[in-house]
Nanobody
Framework: QVHLVESGGGLVQAGGSLRLSCVCS????????MGWFRQAPGKEREFVAS????????YYADSVKGRFIVSRDNSKNTVYLQMNSLKPEDTGVYSC???????????????WGQGTQVTVSS
């Protein structure tokens, strides 16, 4: 079983930065493709970024490309999302997810965390 717990959310002014963390329990983390998603109030959940199990490949939504960086530390079973130049439209609940197979562009995520709130004020 895989258990994901996010942290690092909060309130930040536009233009600021936050770093989210997601700790994964379970031996499968080292081989899992990890992704970040977000959901704004009244909107559907959307993909943000993903990273391969080695960390050598990543994939970003166009809306965050050049501002967000996804990384992982397999020795700590943790994946990170560094968010820079934040905008009010980045506000939402950010969740991490894990998939055992596929690529950074596939969306076969089977395991999800509860999420952490990110609020960007204008």
């Amino acid at each position: 079983q895989v258990h994901l717990v996010e942290s690092g959310g909060g309130l930040v002014q536009a233009g600021g930065s936050l770093r989210l963390s997601c700790v994964c329990s379970g031996r499968a983390f080292g081989r899992a493709i990890m992704g970040w998603f977000r959901q704004a109030p009244g909107k559907e959940r959307e993909f943000v970024a993903s990273i391969s199990w080695r960390g050598s490949s990543s994939y970003y939504a166009d809306s965050v490309k050049g501002r967000f960086i996804v990384s992982r530390d397999n020795s700590k079973n943790t994946v990170y999302l560094q968010m820079n130049s934040l905008k009010p439209e980045d506000t939402g609940v950010y969740s991490c997810a894990a998939q055992a197979t596929g690529s950074v562009t596939s969306m076969n995520y089977a395991y999800w965390g509860q999420g952490t709130q990110v609020t960007v004020s204008s």
